[in-house]
Structures are given as structure tokens and as C-alpha cells.
């Protein structure tokens, strides 16, 4: 399945129906009055989050969707029925934004969320909604309310446990493969992987998801390279592994880089959990591995772990260290919940 993180789309929820001109007619009954019934409601246009879907790509093929218009009142009283609405099922992590992109209309981050993007228009008033004491023959009722129509983006930030980042060619694909059943696409040169690629990491009876997020380069935060819409996926994620290649002749300087980025970028991506690997150090002598180790964590200020995704030397480290920081994140976000819903009661 093709990845697609952004789509736009054309709704329009359904209008109402007119209410009804009508007017009793029974044998023996002289002057029944009016029995004109009320228009239908038009149909909603609802977006649902799913958890089993983690791409846009069905919007692709489909952009327009449109819910039913609602019936027309009938006599005897009869009123319209109201029309069938629309269902947009999207993934986990979908913001809905207006058609210039600068308001956020919903952000669906939990599975059974739903939110009414286009409310259907109200069904119109028959003839026996008018009668009075003055006038008890009304000939006239009102014509169903227009549906709302518009544009709105589609844009999906990925909700993971966990997120690969580096400079391309980090080895961030080869990380994902080796510890997952994923299968991306994995090259020997710069920007193979062009879009996130998710994968599962199991270990004994716990599971955390994975995501490989597409190389950050210089000016990422300003959008070169497609930045922004990467960077936007890491936000979801709880802890973030930052992957570097050992043969790269100044480490630090590609660390800086990729930090430098997220910092611009801001949305709280600075102050997320960081896990530092130095990635492909079966191609280096130890000597050299320890030097480079030292010398990043000096810089840093972290604990550097040396690690080849090629033959898995120190990834089992890297791993147990993930599961730890998701755990820990996971136990906060429930202390603090925890504490606000007793602030509630």
C-alpha cells in the first residue's frame, strides 16, 4: 500500500427537504384543514477515526463525497425522511484543516472519534406549521435549508511509540528491517526512503510501533527537502532514536544538524525523549568507534551506543532502552491524566 499523508477533499452534506402543501380530504369532512408534513433533515457528512488504515491513499481516487438530500414532507402529516449521511473513515492522527490550510478544524488522535464537518440543512416547514386562528387554509410552506459545502485538507501526523530520525543514509531503513517485519526500500545512496515506513517491535509479550522518518537535512524546518511534512510525524512520537553513521567524518556536526532542525521547528519535538546510536560501526576499527563514541558524548552530553543494524551488534541495547523511555512516557501521560481527572471531580 502506498504511504500519502496529505489529500484534499470536496464535502457537502445534504440539503433539506421542502415541507409539503397539503390538505385534508375525507368523505363527510367539509373542511379538514391543512396535513402538509415537514421536509426531511439533509444527510451529515462525519469523519470517523479508525485504528486499522495509516494512510490517505484512498483519497487519492475519491475526492468528492456527498450525503443523500433529505425526502420532501407528504400529506396526512407525513413528514420527509431524513437523508442518508456520509462516513469518512480516516487514520489515527488525521488533522482536518480548512481549504487555505491555516485552521485546524479537528485533530483525531483516538480510535471511535468522530467530528460532523458539514452539518446537513434543515428540512422546511409544511403548510400545517402555518395554520392560526386567522388563518386556517395556509396554501404556502417553506423550502428545505442548503447543506454546507467546501474544501478541507486532510493531513496525517503518525501516532508511534517511536521515531528513527538522522541525516539520509544513516541506516535508519536497514535499523527498521532488522528489528521489525518491515520491508523498506534500502539503498547505498541518500533520500532511498521517501516517505515514513512503520513497523512493529516485538520483544517477549510487549509490542511498540516504529517509525522510519525520511532523511532531515539542512533547512528541513523551513520546508527544504519536504522537512515540515517529515517533521510533522515526528510530533506524535514518544521517544525519538537518533541514528548516526559512524563513517561520517564529523559526527557532531551531523548530530547539530538534525537537532538544529528540530529545535526550529519547535511543537515540543526539543524536549522529547532521545535515545543517540552510532550507526555501521562494523565498517571502523574499535579504536576508532571508541574515539568517535567519546568524543559525541563529551559533545552531547548522552550516552552514545555503537550499534551495526547489518549484523545486529548492540541493537538488542538499543531496543531494551527504547522499551524502557516508552514505558516511562507512557506511565507520566497516565500520572498526569490521572491528575487532572481528579482536579475534575
Request: glycine share 12%.
Amino acid at each position: 500500500m502506498k504511504f500519502l499523508d496529505e489529500a484534499k477533499i470536496f464535502i457537502k452534506s445534504g440539503d433539506g427537504g421542502n415541507g409539503c402543501v397539503g390538505f385534508r380530504r375525507e368523505k363527510y369532512i367539509e373542511f379538514g384543514g391543512p396535513d402538509g408534513g415537514d421536509g426531511g433533515d439533509g444527510g451529515n457528512v462525519e469523519m470517523h477515526c479508525v485504528d486499522n488504515l495509516n494512510t490517505l491513499i484512498d483519497f487519492r481516487y475519491r475526492q468528492h463525497y456527498k450525503a443523500d438530500r433529505g425526502k420532501d414532507g407528504m400529506g396526512k402529516n407525513r413528514s420527509g425522511p431524513k437523508g442518508n449521511s456520509v462516513i469518512i473513515n480516516v487514520p489515527l492522527g488525521t488533522q482536518i484543516l480548512s481549504e487555505e490550510g491555516n485552521l485546524l478544524l479537528a485533530d483525531l488522535t483516538e480510535a471511535g472519534q468522530h467530528f460532523i464537518i458539514a452539518k446537513g440543512g434543515k428540512g422546511g416547514r409544511g403548510n400545517t406549521r402555518f395554520k392560526s386562528a386567522t388563518n386556517q387554509a395556509p396554501r404556502h410552506a417553506e423550502d428545505g435549508w442548503p447543506g454546507e459545502e467546501h474544501w478541507v485538507w486532510l493531513r496525517l501526523k503518525m501516532i508511534t511509540d517511536a521515531g528513527l530520525i538522522g541525516m539520509p543514509n544513516a541506516g535508519k531503513s536497514t535499523f527498521l528491517k532488522a528489528t521489525t517485519g518491515a520491508h523498506p526500500k534500502i539503498g547505498c545512496y541518500p533520500f532511498t526512503t521517501l516517505h515514513p515506513n512503520l513497523g512493529v517491535l516485538s520483544r517477549q509479550h510487549e509490542e511498540i510501533v516504529l517509525a522510519d522518518i525520511p532523511g532531515l537535512i539542512q533547512g528541513a524546518s523551513d520546508g527544504v527537502g519536504l522537512g515540515t511534512k517529515f517533521l510533522g510525524h515526528v510530533e506524535r512520537c514518544k521517544v525519538l532514536l537518533h541514528l548516526i553513521d559512524t563513517t561520517e567524518k564529523e559526527p557532531f556536526k551531523a548530530y547539530q544538524t538534525v537537532r538544529r532542525e528540530i529545535n526550529s521547528y519547535g511543537q515540543g519535538l526539543e524536549n522529547k525523549s532521545e535515545i543517540i546510536a552510532l550507526n555501521k560501526c562494523d565498517a571502523l576499527t574499535s579504536l576508532e568507534i571508541e574515539q568517535k563514541c567519546k568524543s559525541l558524548e563529551t559533545a552531547t552530553g548522552q550516552i552514545v551506543t555503537p550499534i551495526s543494524a547489518v549484523s545486529r551488534k548492540g541493537v538488542d541495547t538499543i531496543v531494551n532502552r527504547l522499551f524502557k523511555c516508552v514505558k516511562e512516557f507512557t506511565a507520566e501521560e497516565n500520572e498526569i491524566s490521572s491528575e487532572v481527572f481528579q482536579r475534575c471531580q
